[in-house]
């Protein structure tokens, strides 16, 4: 007997390997964010350099940056912001930054800081903070080298997830409940094998995948993408289980269209 169960709609939840490579991104474009070059505690005045466009990875960048001067801009009549000891733009009017592209300077390492005229004839350069301007082709090959870097944390903690849910469901494989007793499916609630059709407890070992929860079904073995159901669901898909396997060997039945009409009308999650 085939019975097609209509799955039900998905609620999104981040599972906890997927929780832990967002986190690990996180981080990551944490370091990607260059340093601002602030300057000692007792310094007035410091610049700020912002990435809008491209490359960075801690002091490292390649692309379009904002340089920006931060201090009370009121007593301040020009800045000129300075690359190795040399002006390179001068800005008259607050706010005081000026948009630079690395791609317009040599490789290499580079001093930036920015000269302040105060508009009582008083002037003061800021600290320098120092970056290591790259190439186009240099910025792609670390790009291209964290790529990999991060694939094989994604690939690998796939691998271990599949390692880990085929040990522990190895035994439960052939595992059937018995006929009219209630289930338990535990704190992450039950799902329904869209491949045999019969309810099996969600594994805290399942890896979420945003479209759905990949699980190991605990009756016909298969590995499939599911979603957890409602009581009522389950309910009638216990029901129409409990019928299968009441009947004797070999003998055709029809379901019973109160029970699959149950399932069609129940086609959302209740809260995790």
Same mark, same amino acid.
């Given at each position: 007997?085939?019975?097609?169960?209509?799955?039900? =709609?998905?609620?999104s939840h981040i599972s906890m390997q997927a929780k832990g +490579?967002?986190?690990?991104?996180?981080?990551?474009?944490? /370091?990607? +964010? &260059?340093?601002?070059?602030?300057?000692?505690?007792?310094?007035?005045? @410091?610049? @700020?350099? =912002? =990435?809008?466009?491209?490359?960075?990875?801690? @002091?490292? +960048?390649?692309?379009? /940056?904002? $340089? =920006?001067?931060?201090?009370?801009?009121?007593? $301040?009549?020009?800045?000129?912001?300075?690359?190795?000891?040399?002006?390179? #733009?001068?800005?008259?009017?607050a706010p005081f930054k000026y948009q630079f592209?690395?791609?317009? /300077?040599? &490789?290499?390492?580079?001093?930036? #800081?920015?000269? $302040?005229?105060? #508009?009582?004839?008083? $002037?003061?350069?800021? &600290?320098? #903070?120092?970056f290591r301007f790259l190439s186009s082709t240099e910025a792609n090959r670390q790009i291209r080298d964290l790529m990999l870097v991060l694939g094989g944390v994604v690939i690998g903690a796939v691998l271990i997830t599949a390692f880990v849910q085929s040990l522990l469901t190895k035994k439960t494989s052939n595992h059937t409940p018995s006929t009219g007793k209630p289930r338990s499916y535990g704190v992450l609630g039950g799902t329904i094998c869209p491949k045999c059709g019969k309810p099996f407890p969600r594994h805290i070992w399942g890896m979420n995948l945003v479209v759905g929860r990949l699980d190991r079904c605990e009756h016909c073995g298969k590995w499939v993408?599911?979603?957890?159901?409602? &009581?009522a669901a389950l309910s009638a898909a216990e029901q129409l289980e409990d019928i299968a396997e009441s009947e004797p060997e070999g003998e055709m039945h029809s379901p019973q269209p109160d029970a699959v009409d149950e399932i069609d009308d129940t086609k959302y999650f209740d809260e995790i």
């Open positions: 007997m085939t019975i097609k169960i209509i799955q039900t =709609r998905f609620q +490579i967002i986190i690990l991104l996180i981080i990551i474009g944490l /370091f990607l +964010i &260059p340093s601002s070059g602030a300057a000692a505690q007792d310094d007035d005045f @410091n610049i @700020n350099v =912002r =990435r809008d466009f491209g490359y960075g990875m801690g @002091n490292t +960048i390649q692309g379009r /940056f904002t $340089v =920006r001067l931060i201090g009370e801009e009121a007593v $301040v009549d020009t800045v000129s912001f300075l690359i190795d000891d040399e002006i390179f #733009a001068t800005v008259d009017s592209s690395t791609e317009d /300077f040599e &490789p290499g390492y580079h001093q930036l #800081a920015a000269k $302040v005229h105060f #508009a009582d004839g008083s $002037v003061e350069t800021t &600290p320098a #903070a120092q993408m599911t979603v957890r159901a409602t &009581p």
